[in-house]
């Protein structure tokens, strides 16, 4: 038997979600990005290990993308945009977070709001990486050529600077509204292009 439950949060609740994503970022201050990236993935393994609600399992997935923005070479972000994504990872590499990860079925919980949250305010970044593993898939097929190892080339640079280009006058635009998606190699809700992933659904 299961059941579904729905919550809602409201602004003191998320109030209280955003000041622990602002003490986690100090609590990472001074830590490489290489390390925030390996805390990240290091949660994504760990959850592997663990039988999940299928609502934390697809937010996972959707951090596993936000991971792939940062390691994807072929999509090398802008550092201001970068550091915009790494900020929102430094929560997954604070330990002391809301919620330890090892309680049982709920330990995930703050990391899957945590996530939701930071979905909506890196929409854009997200659309446009979406976009852009789309293109390098189709054209990757289209050339004959593995999408695993194309590294920078000038047709995915120049389209990888239009997507850019779309994402900064939508963010702009939208500035001051909303809350950001993630790597891995498939999604239970949709078909996902090739990106560099580290979690995979079981």
């Not at 852009?132 to 004959?144: T, V």
Request: hydrophobic share 40%; charged share 30%.
């Amino acid at each position: 038997m299961s059941i579904t439950l729905n919550f809602e949060l409201n602004d003191h609740d998320l109030a209280h979600f955003q000041a622990a994503a602002e003490r986690s970022r100090k609590a990472v201050e001074g830590k490489s990005a290489e390390e925030i990236v390996a805390a990240a993935v290091a949660l994504l393994d760990d959850a592997q290990k663990t039988a999940l609600p299928d609502f934390i399992r697809e937010r996972l997935l959707r951090l596993d993308d936000m991971i792939a923005m940062i390691r994807d070479t072929a999509w090398a972000m802008p550092e201001a945009d970068r550091q915009r994504v790494l900020s929102a990872l430094a929560y997954f590499a604070d330990p002391n977070d809301i919620i330890p990860d090892g309680v049982q079925v709920l330990g995930f919980l703050d990391d899957a709001v945590m996530i939701e949250l930071s979905v909506r305010e890196l929409a854009h970044e997200l659309d446009a990486y979406d976009d852009f593993c789309d293109y390098r898939a189709r054209e990757a097929a289209r050339r004959g050529a593995d999408p695993a190892t194309l590294g920078r080339t000038d047709w995915l640079d120049s389209r990888r600077e239009e997507l850019v280009e779309r994402m900064h006058t939508r963010r702009e635009r939208d500035f001051g509204v909303g809350y950001g998606r993630s790597s891995g190699y498939g999604r239970t809700s949709y078909v996902r292009a090739w990106r560099p992933g580290v979690f995979s659904v079981r």
